[in-house]
């Protein structure tokens, strides 16, 4: 199919009307190299090779896969199974004892996985049954068995101890027969398609008394309202994850708590909805994970919640949280603490004492605070610089004041930091060039004032996004500036940089998306910029007085989308920009026609 290209353009000679042209571009997605990374294939002991009715069974399987674009099984042939990519037999008995194909694909979208170029393609064959001594089964991440259940087969291959099914296209009910697995410790049916698997009944779990690994998530299992009490039957449980469920409560009371080794418990996306005092995990105290993002929870939290010493992730996220007060003193024996996401709440409070409630004890190893989208009003303490492991700082969408203390930039491992949608005034401290592992800084919409120069940017050679727009800045950066970082994004959108140019800018070269439209610049392109940034695929320039004509030839340039509007532009609209999907030229005054790949729609 045709993408459906949209340009707004009006050029003297279309000036009255905003018409609309419809570009077409057929782009060939490049397929990419041959990424799947496979188990190591040590040889066995036995020289003969492998046993040939696994050969034949393996053999079978390949037969079921009718894509391989990657090459995953092209070394699947000759007598000796044992060497064939993926496969690992057991150096004392021959036996294929694993087969791991999983897609680690790295430009892999775990959520549509059959249109990922290196995904292997076809169904699952039943012939894998014959591999009896198998105890390792990862298929993740491949388009097999697509629109089809999971295979009620897989339940008589009894020695898996692992089976990783995460990510694949099934649909329909979970087969009961995996409750036959009863050496099974790893049970990963993680579904990335999500709600299209369901289970209306998970009792066969019970029947898996060594498992330490439990993920569902993405099934749906909505009609399973007992699921605490069939679960707290699993002693062994290490982690579960019930991500996405349709899970509607977690209000149980359970009483005796078998799970006393649970690591892990997630949660998220789950629509439970109650007070989340009610909850049945609270006692346990051996969790170190507790995700509950976005399950509605609300109210008081219990006083539970202060014994689970051990927590090192805390994710409260995208609820509907207000208690602040609660939380600070239940938090204080929680020493082991390293992640705590409060995002998307109700919070309200002073930032100040919120962060002065975190426990001493952990102040050396907290690595992510999460707050961003409440009320939190207040200024950011000085002694968030002994936050000196702090790698994640997110307080944007706040309403926070006063100016950014220097001492933030003491925390040097920060690697992001984002302080937008504030009411941060003041100038930014130059010592923001000290965050030498910082990539993503956003302080955009704030009321930050004061001029940012090459200093800010002294030691930032990690930086890959930065976005200063939306606040008074100005930019002034010396010519012989050399950039310590290689940007893939910046937005300097209302920053001031004119009236010239800044020959600075050309030290962006590799940048991939550029926006400096409102920064006051009058000047003529500069012979370099075109140049300067070919391979870029997003520009944004318009809001300025810049004048001059556009260069003649502009076919080389990876643009993407161009915008270009409210400027002085004069001369024609250059021919062919091959890759562009969105061209803004208005409010210009461009004479001639429109180029000949451009369409009306
Ligand atoms: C056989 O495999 C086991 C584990 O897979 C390994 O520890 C052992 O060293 C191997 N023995 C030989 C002779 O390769
Ligand atoms: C299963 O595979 C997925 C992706 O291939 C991986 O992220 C996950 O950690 C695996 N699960 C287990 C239990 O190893
Ligand atoms: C596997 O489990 C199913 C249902 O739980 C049962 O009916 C079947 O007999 C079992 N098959 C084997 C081979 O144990
Ligand atoms: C889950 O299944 C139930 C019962 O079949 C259905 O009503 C519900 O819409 C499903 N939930 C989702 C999120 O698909
Ligand atoms: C705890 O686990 C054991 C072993 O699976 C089980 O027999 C027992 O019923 C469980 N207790 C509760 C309260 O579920
Ligand atoms: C947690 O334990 C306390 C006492 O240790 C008990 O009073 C409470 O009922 C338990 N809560 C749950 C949800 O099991
Ligand atoms: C916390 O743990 C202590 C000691 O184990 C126990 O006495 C107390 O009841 C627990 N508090 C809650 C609220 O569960
Ligand atoms: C924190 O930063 C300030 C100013 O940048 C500096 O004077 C101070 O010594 C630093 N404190 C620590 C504990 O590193
Ligand atoms: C910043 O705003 C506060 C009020 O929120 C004001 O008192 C202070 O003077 C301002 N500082 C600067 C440097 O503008």
Not at 126 to 144: A, F, G, R, T, V
Not at 149 to 168: K, V
Not at 510 to 535: G, M, V
Request: aromatic letters at 8%; a negative charge.
């Amino acid at each position: 199919m045709l993408p459906q290209l949209l340009i707004s353009c009006s050029s003297s000679m279309l000036r009255s009307t905003n018409l609309l042209f419809t570009l077409v571009v057929i782009s060939i997605a490049p397929f990419s190299q041959l990424v799947h990374a496979l188990a190591p294939q040590p040889q066995h002991d036995h020289g003969s090779g492998c046993i040939p009715a696994e050969r034949a069974a393996l053999l079978s399987f390949h037969k079921g896969i009718t894509r391989d674009n990657a090459d995953i099984l092209a070394s699947w042939h000759g007598q000796d199974c044992c060497r064939w990519s993926g496969v690992r037999c057991s150096n004392q008995t021959g036996h294929v004892i694993k087969l791991h194909l999983r897609n680690t694909s790295p430009d892999l979208d775990p959520y549509d996985v059959c249109d990922d170029a290196n995904s292997l393609v076809g169904e699952i064959s039943p012939s894998l049954i014959s591999l009896k001594h198998l105890e390792h089964l990862d298929l993740s991440m491949n388009c097999l068995g697509p629109n089809s259940a999971i295979p009620q087969f897989l339940g008589s291959m009894e020695n898996l101890r692992y089976l990783n099914l995460s990510g694949m296209p099934f649909t329909g009910r979970v087969p009961c027969q995996l409750g036959n697995l009863s050496s099974l410790q790893y049970l990963d049916l993680g579904m990335s398609y999500y709600y299209r698997t369901y289970s209306t009944d998970i009792t066969w779990l019970t029947k898996l008394p060594l498992m330490q690994y439990l993920s569902m998530t993405g099934i749906n299992l909505s009609r399973i309202a007992d699921w605490p009490r069939t679960l707290n039957m699993i002693p062994s449980l290490r982690v579960i994850n019930l991500v996405e469920c349709a899970l509607d409560t977690a209000s149980q009371s359970l009483p005796v708590l078998n799970l006393t080794k649970l690591e892990k418990l997630d949660l998220s996306g789950n629509n439970l909805g109650h007070s989340v005092a009610s909850s049945w995990f609270w006692n346990l105290t051996s969790l170190k994970y507790l995700g509950l993002g976005g399950t509605r929870l609300f109210g008081k939290f219990p006083d539970a919640l202060g014994n689970m010493t051990a927590l090192k992730v805390l994710d409260l996220s995208e609820n509907t949280l207000d208690e602040t007060g609660n939380l600070k003193s239940l938090l204080k024996n929680l020493c082991c603490l390293e992640i705590l996401d409060l995002s998307g709440n109700f919070m309200i409070g002073d930032i100040g004492v919120l962060m002065k409630g975190l426990p001493q004890c952990t102040w050396e190893i907290l690595m992510e605070l999460h707050f961003h989208g409440n009320r939190f009003i207040g200024t950011l303490p000085n002694f968030i610089g002994e936050f000196s492991s702090l790698s994640v700082l997110d307080l944007s969408n706040n309403k926070l004041t006063g100016s950014i203390p220097p001492e933030v930039m003491n925390s040097t491992c920060l690697t992001f930091l984002d302080l937008s949608s504030n009411h941060f005034n003041g100038s930014v401290p130059t010592e923001l060039g000290s965050l030498k592992n910082l990539v993503d800084l956003d302080l955009s919409k704030n009321n930050l004032n004061g001029v940012i120069t090459e200093e800010h940017f002294a030691n930032l050679q990690c930086l890959k996004t930065i976005d200063l727009s939306s606040n008074n800045l100005k930019i002034v950066v010396d010519s012989n500036w050399r950039s310590p970082f290689r940007l893939q994004s910046a937005v300097f959108s209302s920053c001031q940089m004119g009236p010239l140019f800044p020959t600075w800018l050309q030290q962006l070269r590799e940048i991939d998306s550029l926006d400096i439209s409102s920064t006051a610049l009058e000047d003529k392109f500069p012979n370099w910029f075109w140049y300067t940034f070919s391979q870029s695929t997003y520009l944004n320039i318009s809001n300025n007085q810049i004048s001059g004509s556009l260069p003649a030839h502009m076919e080389g340039m990876a643009l993407e989308e161009l915008y270009l509007s409210s400027n002085r532009l004069t001369g024609s609209i250059p021919s062919l920009l091959t890759n562009i999907t969105m061209l803004d030229i208005s409010n210009n005054n461009f004479s001639g026609g429109i180029p000949s790949n451009f369409e009306a729609s």
